[in-house]
């Protein structure tokens, strides 16, 4: 359960090549510790590479590298307005450009990333991890596959491999891609100064719109964790104006409204997410819950529970959302099997954290302890699931540690959930 904690010392080394770069580049180019603001930019405009690509290939319809490049836009309009729609379209370009033939004969190879790649989006990591290795024995040099990669031992919880794969991505090509992996693996092990300052130069170096929304992102969701609202406020709204449509960060604006007492602006924020994506239907639904609007939070739920059969219709191996909403909102039982069995596909600290939660809603609180131990000495500075691990503490009748947990919950961050902020100072209030 320390593995992480074990291992990522060694991220001082991965980090290597980072620190030079950063103390030899050129002044005003990865010196600065604060991005100043977002670069002049045009528009960002993916829906008119998606236009072009797909224009390209009415007049080329055999150019494998343009049926890759069109699956990688895909891709990067799923993320940035969280719509899984977009993965199918992406897996059709990407087998397009699988079936062609190349000048030796072998796939595409950015193909063959970009099918990881899209296995990662869709929580298939396994998957994710036959597409990388695949195209590492063809290409080994070919840096985003170590994305593909890091990204899915990380989700297995096989934080050796992830961290081995990420050394070696550094030390091919430290990039925005690396510099922001790394983050999170700093983030991981509790390294908040760190994971932020290799956000602020992924920031800088940023080429898009997109990708600078994407850093700011991450800034936002760093600075979320940490318990600081107004900066992670002013990160999502510095993605929003790089990039107006980025829907993680509105929902993230959102949630640091909420934090802040500004509810009306967080229920539009919301609301405007939830209208383009699915993804914060159950955040949304809790916020309206905890304002005293039942009606509205169970409107939110039911569209999550209709999109969640559509989703397991279609083969999405994922059960960790729905996992999390039967164990806050439905049937614990539930829970605890969709858990059980996301836990046997992939072993992560959120995985480890979601099923210790659903065991002690189900009454099972000895075993909840240690799934809920793992993924608290595992997960870095969370605060969820410090919370959750003083909860099953108090199940349990320990009520000094449950206090010493309940209380760094809300050390690191207060505003954490809003009804779990709330029961968490009920129940200190009840032991003081």
């Given at each position: 359960m320390?593995?992480?904690?074990?291992?990522?010392?060694?991220l001082?080394?991965?980090l290597?090549?980072c620190?030079?770069l950063t103390?030899y580049a050129?002044?005003?180019?990865?010196?600065?510790?604060?991005p100043?603001g977002?670069?002049?930019?045009?528009?960002?405009?993916?829906?008119?590479?998606?236009?072009?690509?797909q224009?390209r290939?009415?007049?080329?319809?055999?150019?494998?590298?343009?049926?890759?490049?069109?699956?990688?836009?895909?891709?990067?309009?799923?993320?940035?307005?969280?719509?899984?729609?977009?993965?199918?379209?992406?897996?059709?370009?990407?087998?397009r450009s699988l079936?062609?033939?190349?000048?030796?004969?072998?796939?595409?190879?950015d193909?063959?990333?970009?099918?990881g790649?899209?296995?990662n989006g869709r929580?298939d990591?396994?998957?994710?991890?036959?597409?990388?290795?695949?195209?590492?024995?063809?290409a080994?040099?070919?840096?985003?596959?170590y994305?593909?990669?890091?990204?899915?031992?990380?989700?297995?919880?096989?934080?050796?491999?992830?961290e081995?794969?990420l050394?070696?991505?550094?030390?091919?090509?430290p990039?925005l891609?690396?510099?922001?992996?790394?983050?999170?693996?700093?983030q991981?092990?509790?390294?908040?100064?760190p994971a932020?300052?290799?956000?602020h130069?992924?920031c800088?170096?940023?080429?898009?719109?997109?990708?600078?929304?994407?850093c700011?992102?991450q800034?936002?969701?760093l600075?979320?964790h940490d318990g600081?609202?107004?900066?992670?406020r002013?990160?999502y709204?510095?993605?929003l104006?790089?990039d107006?449509?980025?829907?993680?960060?509105?929902?993230?604006?959102?949630r640091?409204?909420?934090?802040l007492g500004?509810?009306?602006?967080?229920?539009?924020?919301?609301?405007?997410?939830?209208?383009?994506?699915?993804?914060y239907?159950?955040e949304?639904?809790?916020?309206?819950?905890?304002?005293?609007?039942?009606?509205?939070?169970?409107?939110?739920?039911?569209?999550?529970?209709?999109?969640?059969?559509?989703?397991?219709?279609?083969?999405?191996?994922?059960?960790l959302?729905?996992?999390?909403?039967?164990?806050?909102?439905?049937?614990?039982?539930?829970a605890?099997?969709?858990l059980?069995?996301?836990?046997?596909r992939?072993?992560?600290?959120?995985v480890?954290?979601?099923?210790?939660?659903?065991?002690?809603?189900?009454?099972?609180h000895?075993?909840?302890?240690?799934?809920?131990?793992?993924?608290?000495q595992?997960?870095?500075?969370?605060a969820?699931?410090?919370y959750?691990?003083?909860e099953?503490?108090?199940?349990?009748?320990?009520?000094?540690?449950?206090?010493?947990?309940l209380?760094?919950?809300?050390?690191?961050n207060?505003?954490?959930?809003?009804?779990?902020?709330?029961r968490?100072?009920?129940?200190?209030?009840?032991t003081?």
């Amino acid at each position: 359960m320390n593995r992480v904690r074990r291992l990522l010392p060694l991220l001082g080394c991965v980090l290597l090549g980072c620190v030079l770069l950063t103390l030899y580049a050129p002044e005003g180019v990865l010196r600065r510790d604060e991005p100043p603001g977002p670069p002049a930019w045009s528009p960002f405009d993916l829906a008119g590479s998606i236009e072009d690509a797909q224009s390209r290939l009415r007049r080329h319809p055999d150019d494998a590298a343009v049926w890759a490049s069109l699956g990688d836009l895909y891709l990067e309009q799923a993320r940035r307005t969280a719509d899984a729609a977009y993965y199918a379209k992406a897996q059709g370009a990407f087998e397009r450009s699988l079936r062609l033939p190349t000048g030796d004969g072998e796939p595409y190879i950015d193909a063959v990333i970009g099918m990881g790649a899209l296995a990662n989006g869709r929580h298939d990591f396994a998957g994710a991890v036959r597409w990388g290795e695949r195209a590492r024995k063809a290409a080994p040099y070919r840096w985003p596959l170590y994305g593909v990669l890091t990204d899915a031992y990380l989700e297995l919880g096989q934080y050796e491999q992830a961290e081995s794969t990420l050394r070696r991505m550094l030390d091919g090509r430290p990039d925005l891609a690396s510099f922001t992996r790394a983050a999170r693996l700093e983030q991981l092990r509790g390294r908040i100064e760190p994971a932020r300052k290799l956000l602020h130069r992924a920031c800088e170096i940023a080429g898009d719109p997109g990708e600078y929304a994407f850093c700011q992102w991450q800034l936002g969701e760093l600075a979320w964790h940490d318990g600081d609202p107004r900066g992670a406020r002013t990160a999502y709204a510095q993605a929003l104006a790089a990039d107006p449509e980025h829907v993680p960060s509105r929902a993230g604006k959102a949630r640091a409204e909420a934090a802040l007492g500004r509810t009306d602006q967080a229920l539009r924020d919301y609301a405007t997410a939830v209208a383009r994506s699915p993804s914060y239907v159950v955040e949304y639904g809790e916020l309206l819950e905890h304002l005293g609007d039942r009606d509205g939070a169970k409107r939110q739920y039911a569209v999550f529970a209709a999109h969640s059969r559509l989703l397991a219709a279609s083969g999405s191996p994922d059960r960790l959302p729905m996992g999390l909403f039967e164990a806050d909102h439905g049937d614990p039982d539930a829970a605890v099997r969709h858990l059980r069995a996301e836990w046997q596909r992939r072993r992560s600290v959120e995985v480890a954290d979601a099923l210790g939660w659903a065991l002690h809603r189900a009454g099972r609180h000895a075993e909840a302890a240690a799934y809920a131990t793992r993924a608290d000495q595992a997960g870095g500075r969370n605060a969820l699931f410090a919370y959750h691990r003083g909860e099953i503490e108090h199940a349990l009748g320990h009520a000094a540690a449950a206090c010493a947990h309940l209380s760094r919950a809300l050390s690191i961050n207060p505003h954490f959930s809003p009804g779990g902020a709330a029961r968490a100072r009920a129940l200190l209030a009840a032991t003081a």
